[in-house]
């Protein structure tokens, strides 16, 4: 059944904004990266105790400097939140069609969206983290989205951070690397491939990407890359 031209605005329209409210999340993680850059701030995985590599990452990334940032967005209409690292929603697969527990790496809560909508479940924007020593793993992070259909008050636009951790190594270079994987990737349908976007003055690790579920529709990726080769010791 095709879309009255009415139905089709709308809906252009309300992405829009959706896009619009993520970018402002991403621009906050990007000043994130800066100031730990501008501190000569340093992980030490000696402290990280019995946290993954990337979790705990993540939990420094969230803790000492993300939530601060989008605090500074706070007003009527822009009330982000971080519920918590590494919390769990639910998704149904595409592939049996059973409910399974969704790990989430960071979610940040829309709550001024939630109210404007009238929607007492939280929306939140998910973000998977990786810690790329290689884009094999950071590919699978994009695949298991394809077999997944997400509750409505998830966004509809995906968000990937990677830090990467090995030296000469650049988000130029790793962005070819993993078009690389997914031109010939047979669990995944790129409809385009990472290309770099600009949403920020001076930061130009932020790249964009669309593929295609299992179900045949398509669904959005920002990615960000920070280059953290000098930031983590040991």
């Known amino acids: 059944m095709s879309l009255s031209a009415g139905t ?32 000569r701030v340093v992980f030490d995985y000696n402290d990280r105790g019995t946290y993954k590599k990337e979790d705990y990452l993540t939990s420094c990334f969230v803790d000492d400097y993300l939530q601060k940032e989008l605090q500074t967005l706070n007003s009527s209409t822009m009330d982000y939140s971080i519920a918590n690292t590494e919390t769990t929603e639910k998704y149904t697969s595409h592939t049996d069609g059973k409910i399974h527990p ?35 793993e950071y590919v699978k992070d994009t695949i298991k ?44 349908k790129t409809i385009k491939n990472l290309s770099s976007i600009g949403i920020l003055s001076g ?28 930031i983590v010791i040991n």
Do not use: M
């Open 203 to 230: 930061f130009d690790g932020t790249y964009f990407s669309r593929h295609e579920k299992k179900d045949k529709s398509h669904f959005s990726v920002y990615h960000l890359f920070f280059n953290y080769s000098n």
């Open 8 to 39: 089709y605005s709308k809906r252009r329209a309300r992405l829009a904004l959706t896009e619009k409210r993520v970018c402002k999340i991403l621009i906050c993680a990007i000043n994130s990266y800066n100031k730990i850059i501008s501190q």
């Open 102 to 136: 969704d790990p989430i790496d960071i979610q940040v809560v829309d709550t001024a969206l939630s109210n404007s909508l009238g929607i007492q479940d939280k929306v939140y924007f998910a973000i998977e983290c990786k810690r790329i020593g290689s884009v094999s």
């Open 145 to 188: 989205f394809t077999d997944r259909n997400y509750s409505k008050t998830r966004l509809p636009i995906e968000g990937q951070l990677g830090y990467i951790a090995k030296q000469g190594w650049d988000h130029k270079r790793v962005s070819k690397k993993i078009n690389k994987n997914l031109s010939s990737n047979t669990k995944i």
